[in-house]
């Protein structure tokens, strides 16, 4: 599993070695690596010729807690793009009083600001917390169950930091991959780190609006517009993937 992960990390890598700040089209590849890690973690169940009939208690209820951790996150990002929306349209409607009341425009016309909700969320337990397994093969897929968990929750954190224009949903996230030891993991979280602490966790295309001139905004609006609806789909992506393999895992058990 850490081979595949690692690839995909260290190919991501590269693309943000020379990154500045946040961007929606940054954080849609981030995103798009999620089903990866899933995958890699399916690769090696099966290998492993370990099924989840055959996982003890406190595997399944780590991998449950994992997916249900994950939905909540998904739906906060996806509050979060529907809040930017939001403001956008009322941007937006602002433009469009300049030819016939510049005054009600100007009075009508401010800046986006992200929503801000991660403080409603409560990340249940990980799979950390959960009963240690005897056998090699569930000591494996403890093990790798750990890593997708801290990587996906990660994942997360840095969307959600994007999202509401606030660091404190990517460090709370950080703290549950700390013992991630993927080496291209620890330099990615150390880039994404670096442009937190610098210019803040707000994205580009968030600043270009609020910063822009008002004959700018159109432009700007609509390349904000398309960005938000590309990762609004991701999102909703993950959420089914995550929700079907959690529908499907309980399948499994009521059926044994």
């Known amino acids: 599993m850490e081979d595949d992960v690692s690839s995909c990390l260290n190919q991501f890598l590269l693309s943000s070695s020379d990154l500045?700040?946040?961007?929606?089209?940054?954080?849609?590849?981030?995103?798009?690596?999620?089903?990866?890690?899933?995958?890699?973690?399916a690769k090696l169940v099966f290998n492993l010729e370990h099924p989840v009939g055959k996982w003890g208690a406190?595997?399944?209820?780590?991998?449950?807690?994992?997916?249900?951790?994950?939905?909540?996150?998904?739906?906060?990002?996806?509050?979060?793009?529907?809040?930017?929306?939001?403001?956008?349209?009322?941007?937006s409607f602002a433009l469009s009083l300049i030819q016939?009341?510049?005054?009600?425009?100007?009075?009508?016309?401010?800046?986006?600001?992200?929503?801000r909700g991660f403080?409603?969320?409560?990340?249940?337990?990980?799979?950390?917390?959960?009963?240690?397994?005897?056998?090699?093969?569930?000591?494996?897929?403890?093990?790798?169950?750990?890593?997708?968990?801290?990587?996906?929750?990660?994942?997360?954190?840095v969307m959600l930091s994007g999202c509401e224009g606030d660091s404190?949903?990517?460090?709370?996230?950080?703290?549950?991959?700390?013992?991630?030891?993927?080496?291209?993991?620890?330099?990615?979280?150390?880039?994404?780190?670096?442009?937190?602490?610098?210019?803040g966790s707000v994205p580009e295309e968030v600043r270009e609006v609020n910063s822009a001139a008002a004959e700018e905004m159109r432009r700007r609006l609509g390349r904000l517009e398309k960005a938000v609806e590309r990762l609004g789909n991701e999102v909703d992506e993950r959420f089914s993937e995550v929700l079907d393999g959690r529908s499907r895992l309980l399948d499994v058990f009521r059926h044994s």
């Open 100 to 115: 016939s009341s510049p005054s009600m425009a100007v009075s009508r016309l401010e800046q986006i600001v992200p929503m």
């Open 58 to 91: 406190h595997l399944v209820d780590g991998y449950l807690n994992y997916s249900l951790n994950l939905l909540d996150l998904l739906n906060s990002i996806s509050f979060s793009l529907s809040q930017l929306g939001e403001s956008r349209v009322s941007v």
């Open 168 to 199: 404190t949903a990517y460090l709370e996230m950080r703290k549950l991959a700390a013992d991630v030891a993927i080496p291209a993991f620890k330099a990615l979280d150390s880039v994404i780190l670096a442009v937190v602490s610098g210019k």
């Open 20 to 41: 500045e700040q946040l961007s929606f089209s940054w954080l849609l590849q981030l995103l798009q690596a999620l089903p990866i890690l899933h995958q890699a973690f």
């Open 119 to 157: 403080e409603r969320l409560v990340i249940g337990g990980t799979v950390g917390d959960q009963k240690k397994g005897g056998s090699r093969k569930e000591r494996a897929v403890e093990k790798a169950l750990a890593t997708m968990e801290g990587i996906g929750y990660w994942i997360c954190g």
